[in-house]
C-alpha cells in the first residue's frame, strides 16, 4: 500500500534523539530554546512558544490573546476540528464563514457579514498547504479591531504574496503530527511578533508559573520535550527540500490526471508558493467508488474532510447551525491522494495509472 501521508524520518533525527536521552535532560530545555529560535526565524517571526500539540498550540494562543468566554471566533467550517474546539475550550463560540470553492479556504467575502459586537477573533486555516486570502482577511480585522490567528498546521513553508505563512496574523499555530510537512511526533508551535502574546503563552503552557512555583494564573502543562524539539531541528532543516519534492509530486499528478473527464486536480492561487501537505482531487459523482477502487489497488486515500465541523455530532448537540453549502458540497466531493516527500517516480506512476483505469473501465 502507497500510505496517503507518511513521515521521512532519517538516522539524523535518531541520532539527535539519543543525544537528547544521553544528555539526561529531556523535558523542555536548551533543545526546545533552540527549535523555538530556528522555527521564530524560518518564518520571519520574532518569538516562537513550542507546544505539546498544535491543537494545545490553538489553545493558547487564543487564551494569550484574550479571547474568552462570551467572545466569538470566526473561522472555517472545513477544518480539522482542532481549529473550532480550541473556541470552545477558552469558552468562545465559533462561528462559520463559507469557504472559496477552488482554494477551500475561507472567503473574506463571507467574514464581513457575521461580525458582531462579541466577535474578537478570526482563525483563517491555510489548508492543504495553500494559504488562505490574507490581506482581504487583515484588512476586516483592522476595520474591526479583531485579532487574526492562522491555522498554519498544514502549511509549513508556504507563502502568500512574498512572504510566509505564520508571519501575518497577530499570532499563527504549527503542528508538528507525524503526517505534516514536517514532524516532532507531537507537538506544536506559536509564532508571534506580539511580544505579550509571546510571554503569556509562554507561562500558561507551564501551568501559569511566572516563577518557579509562584502560580499567578491557571496554566497547563503543555510543553514540548527536548526529545521533540530535537527532532523538530533536524526536520526543519529540510523543510524546503520536502516542500520542494511535494510540489515536483504535485505538478506530476496534475500533469497526468489534468485531462480526465469526472475528476479536478487542485486549483492553486496567483501570488502564493502551496506546499501540497495534502494534493486532493474534486470527484463529483464517483469519489467514495474510485476511493474504494485506490484502496483495493494499493493507492492509499483520504477524505479531508468528510463533513464541515457545525455538522459534527459534537457540534449538533450543543446546538451550532450553519448555511455553508460551498462546505457541504465539497465534503461530498474531495478525496486526497498520496503526494508525500517519500513518494518513487514508480509511486506516482502507479498511482496515476490506477486513477486512469477507474475511469476508462
Sequence with gaps: MIPVATPVIDEEEIEEVVKVLRSGFIAQGSRVAEFEEKFASYTGTEYAVATSSGTTALHLAL?????????????????????????????AEP???DIDPLTYNIDPEGIEELITPRTRAIIP??????????????????????????????????EYRGRKVGSMGDAACFSFYPTK???????????????????????????????RYRHTYLGY????????????????????????RRAENAAYLTENL?????LETPFVADGVGHVFHQ????????????????????????????????????????????ECPVSERAASEVLSIPVHPALTSDDLEMITGTIRAFFER
Excluded: C, W
Design 258 to 262: 489534468r485531462d480526465i473527464d469526472g
Design 63 to 91: 487564551l494569550a490573546a484574550g479571547v474568552g468566554k462570551g467572545d466569538e471566533v470566526i473561522t472555517t467550517p472545513f477544518s480539522f476540528a482542532a481549529t473550532a474546539n480550541a473556541a470552545l475550550y477558552v469558552g
Design 181 to 211: 510537512n514536517i514532524t516532532t511526533g507531537e507537538g506544536g508551535i506559536i509564532t508571534t511578533d506580539n511580544e505579550e502574546i509571546a510571554e503569556m503563552a509562554s507561562v500558561l503552557r507551564a501551568h501559569g508559573e511566572t516563577e
Design 125 to 158: 486555516v491555510h489548508l492543504y498547504g495553500q494559504p488562505a486570502d490574507m490581506d482581504p482577511i487583515m484588512d476586516i480585522a483592522s476595520e474591526h479591531d479583531l485579532m487574526v490567528i492562522e491555522d498554519a498546521a498544514q502549511a509549513h513553508g508556504a
Design 221 to 244: 502543562n503543555f510543553r514540548m520535550t527536548d526529545i521533540a524539539a530535537a527532532i523538530g531541528i533536524a526536520q526543519l532543516a529540510k523543510l524546503d527540500e520536502f516542500n520542494r
Design 95 to 97: 462561528v462559520f464563514a
Design 279 to 322: 494534493y486532493t482531487l474534486r470527484v463529483p459523482d464517483v469519489r467514495d467508488e474510485l476511493m474504494e477502487f485506490l484502496n483495493g489497488e494499493g493507492v492509499g486515500t483520504g477524505i479531508h474532510y468528510p463533513m464541515p465541523i457545525y455538522m459534527q455530532e459534537l457540534y449538533r448537540r450543543l446546538g451550532f447551525k450553519a
